[in-house]
Structure formats: structure tokens, C-alpha cells
């Protein structure tokens, strides 16, 4: 499963709001909604929260091993 806790952990760390993200990225409050709740968000989602935070997907997202529900 991928989770999203560093996205919301560096939002804290450099005391931007949700929405001010939102604003900064160009996306919507479902989708970060999604992010919230480690649902699936498009590729493209994840590089202009990148752009707008200027780092990598690793600074914001995160495998975590093991946890694939329904996986084969």
C-alpha cells in the first residue's frame, strides 16, 4: 500500500495548510481527500504536488511492504 503520511508530515513541518496546497498545486479538495485516506491518485497528481513543494515522490509518499490488500 502506498500511504501519503510524509506528504501530511512535511505540510506540518513547513506549516502549509491543506488548502493553501490545493491552491499551490492545482488540485482539488477530492483529491486530497484521496491522499488522506492512501487512495489511488494519478501520477501527474503526485508531480504537481512535487513541483509546488519542490521535492521528490519519495519526500511524499511511501510502500509500505506487506500491506497490498487482496494482492496475488
Known sequence: MITYK??????LDRE?????LQEMAGI?????????KD???QVE???KICDALNCQ???IMENVPG??????
Open 28 to 36: 482539488t479538495p477530492t483529491i486530497m481527500a484521496r491522499l488522506a
Open 45 to 47: 497528481t503526485v508531480g
Open 6 to 11: 510524509k506528504l501530511f508530515h512535511l505540510l
Open 57 to 59: 515522490p519519495g519526500d
Open 39 to 41: 487512495g489511488n491518485v
Open 67 to 72: 500491506s497490498h490488500e487482496g494482492s496475488a
Open 16 to 20: 502549509i495548510k491543506k488548502k493553501d
